[in-house]
């Protein structure tokens, strides 16, 4: 009888549910989302709960009911779209924000009207006061072809102007600006650069290629510290606004990481920031001796990445290849990075566990890169190494020889590539490259057939910087109206399942991350980009008008549109 009593008992108490055994609330549910994750695992959600900085649900709207507490935000997205917070993998945020501060010439359509929009600005300017400015492009003017300095000198005689094409690679400078650098016909080049020269007259023209830019720019005043600050606070304004939740700093200095820490202490910028310092050099010699930064702020800030150019870009003819331009045979490009310092730093970065990130945008330059790192791996074994597997990135990958491509894989290099580019360039690509060469330009869907992960990035300020544009490039491979020429590969084009990934777990597979973030599942960082349609399923075309309507990052609302 005892015994029967003490059975029933057990039994009473077993069928009481546990009294504390529910979920701890979260401190924001977002429901009613068209959720997708990133997870091949579980693909879709309706709802994702978030505690402190972290994912702890993701799943169907009943079963987060659980996580609503009587404090918890209940935030409903009313059938938007959630992704896994993107990332640009490849962007100049100061360049971004300077873009903002200076002379902004994107979208200049011909000649006459960059010369208006200069004008406007020397008309403003004190006498002698530096004009800088960039963005301007002449695929599009009539006919194609770069400014001059006696173009700028008609509207600057006196006000010494230097003005950046939209690729970085290449300035026109006026007469004023080339006189304070002393640049006269008879300068010779410097080392990874061309002082571009009048065919007949031999005088310069005022453009600048690549390291000869920097003859011109060390004579403009220096950004003040004031004003190098408000350009990080407008470029991580527009990014959050764009709904970027990490961008990956492409290359610069100790005096940008400077600036990112005391904005990060004080409150004022949220992004994360993956940053790299440019070498070889004194900056990088820093960087191995001091080593990483690794999740500062909240794991907000990592600097871990040496940032090698290794040749120009492909629309000044700086991008390094392997048999001459098709539309200027007397030029192959050039590289711009020495060999012998180069070898040195990569094996102490392998050592050392510091990532390395190469700018290559010819074939020439691409096989180079992977030559150098091929050659250090096997001069510093795994066994030597602080992180055997080290993600060493190429920056671009832009015209790679297919014979070159199963290398990428091989090596466990990652090819970190930026889908306008290819809508932007197809429309001068063909002429400096021929049809032919034209297989394995932009080769997205060949690499990632190879096995390799292809993290996606915009360069800006290169480009605009827009995730919708970069998204759109990679599923479409076609200009914003629907243009491609003919040998434009369509079949390079990437899926939607790809093109998400592309911006997000590939990115931060690229920087270490993969645990932490890059796809929305229980334990990661929650961070998302909330959009006003669904991405992976409207027409091509209308990802373009598709706008970001929440940013979040560590779980926090940044930005939230109208
Ligand atoms: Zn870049």
């Known amino acids: 009888m005892k015994f029967l009593l003490f059975i029933t008992t057990v039994l009473f108490l077993a069928l ?33 709960a978030v505690k402190d900085d972290k994912i702890v649900f993701a799943g169907t709207n009943a079963a987060a009911q659980k996580y609503v507490g009587p404090n918890t935000r209940v935030v409903d997205l009313k059938g938007s779209t959630v992704l896994p917070g993107f990332t640009d993998s490849h962007q100049h945020l100061s360049g971004v924000g300077q873009r903002e501060m200076t002379l902004n010439l994107e979208g200049t359509t011909s000649l006459e009207d960059f010369l208006a929009k200069v004008k406007a600005r020397v008309d403003q300017a004190k006498p002698g006061e530096w004009v800088t400015g960039r963005g301007w492009i002449e695929t599009h003017w009539q006919p194609p072809v770069f400014p001059t300095r006696w173009d700028l000198d008609k509207v600057s005689p006196n006000n010494p102007v230097i003005l950046g094409r939209a690729d970085g690679h290449g300035s026109v400078a006026n007469s004023a600006a080339l006189k304070l650098a002393n640049i006269t016909k008879d300068t010779i080049n410097p080392f990874g650069g061309e002082i571009s020269k009048d065919k007949q007259s031999g005088e310069p023209n005022g453009m600048l290629l690549d390291s000869a830019q920097g003859m011109v720019r060390v004579k403009v005043p220096p950004a003040s510290s004031d004003d190098a600050e408000r350009a990080v606070v407008l470029g991580v304004k527009r990014d959050i606004e764009l709904g970027w939740t990490q961008f990956q700093d492409a290359g610069g200095t100790y005096a940008d990481v400077e600036i990112f820490k005391k904005l990060y202490a004080a409150g004022t910028i949220k992004l994360r920031i993956y940053k790299a310092v440019y070498g070889p050099g004194p900056t990088a010699t820093r960087l191995l001796d001091e080593g990483p930064t690794t999740g500062a702020y909240g794991n907000r800030f990592t600097l871990r990445t040496i940032k090698v150019v290794s040749d120009g870009a492909l629309g000044s003819r700086g991008a390094a290849l392997n048999e001459p331009y098709s539309d200027a045979p007397d030029t192959s490009g050039f590289l711009t990075v020495k060999e012998e310092p180069l070898r040195v730093m990569l094996a102490e970065a392998l050592r050392t566990g510091i990532q390395v990130e190469t700018h290559a945008i010819g074939d020439r330059a691409n096989r180079f890169v992977l030559d150098e790192y091929e050659a250090a791996f096997k001069a510093v074994p795994a066994s030597e190494r602080k992180i055997a597997d080290p993600r060493w990135r190429i920056e671009h990958a832009q015209i790679v020889n297919p014979a070159d491509i199963p290398r990428v894989a091989k090596l466990g290099v990652i090819p970190s590539m930026q889908p306008s580019h290819a809508i932007g360039d197809l429309f001068f690509a063909p002429s400096r490259l021929g049809i032919k060469r034209l297989q394995g330009a932009y080769a997205w869907e060949s690499f990632i057939k190879s096995g390799v992960v292809v993290p996606g990035g915009s360069d800006a300020p290169v480009e605009r910087g827009e995730p919708m544009i970069e ?15 003919e040998g434009w590969h369509p079949e390079e084009a990437v899926t939607r399942a790809q093109a998400l990934k592309m911006f997000t777990i590939w990115p931060a597979y690229a920087a270490f991350e993969e645990k932490l973030r890059g796809t929305i599942e229980v334990g990661k960082l929650a961070d998302f980009t909330i959009l006003s349609a669904d991405i992976m399923t409207i027409p091509a075309p209308e990802i373009l008008k598709t706008r970001c309507v929440m940013t979040v990052i560590n779980g926090e609302i940044v930005f939230e549109g109208s």
């Open 471 to 485: 998204f759109y490039a990679a599923v479409a491979r076609k200009d914003p109206k629907g243009f491609s020429g």
């Open 16 to 48: 009481i549910p546990a009294p504390q055994r529910t979920q701890s609330a979260a401190d924001i549910v977002f429901k009613n989302g068209n959720v997708y994750t990133a997870n091949d695992k579980a693909p879709k959600a309706q709802a994702v």
